[in-house]
């Protein structure tokens, strides 16, 4: 059975997609882009998987949901400490 909490979660992951889709260009210019894009895929893969074990194999694609944020947080932990190895240390040290 669908959870009601588990397809807004869905919904809401649509429309931070349609964010990123409508400021693709600006954040291009992110160090580490394609990671930050790769973390968000993962997180939407593991909502997606959220909402499907509700229909159909829930252990199996419960599974599935949890290694999908598993890995998107590792991810998203790599692109920060190249965003702010790039981008953060230097504005930190103009602040001294």
Known sequence: MIQENELITFI????ALSFI?????KLKSLPGFRIL??????FTMGWHF????GIIFEAVFN???HL???????TLFIWALIFFKKRG?????RDN
């Open 63 to 65: 599974l599935i949901e």
């Open 50 to 53: 959220t909402v499907i074990e």
């Open 12 to 15: 809401l992951c649509l429309g």
């Open 89 to 93: 240390g230097n504005e930190l040290n």
């Open 37 to 42: 894009i790769i973390s968000f895929t993962l």
């Open 68 to 74: 999908c944020y598993i890995c998107s947080s590792i």
């Open 21 to 25: 889709i409508i400021n693709y260009a």
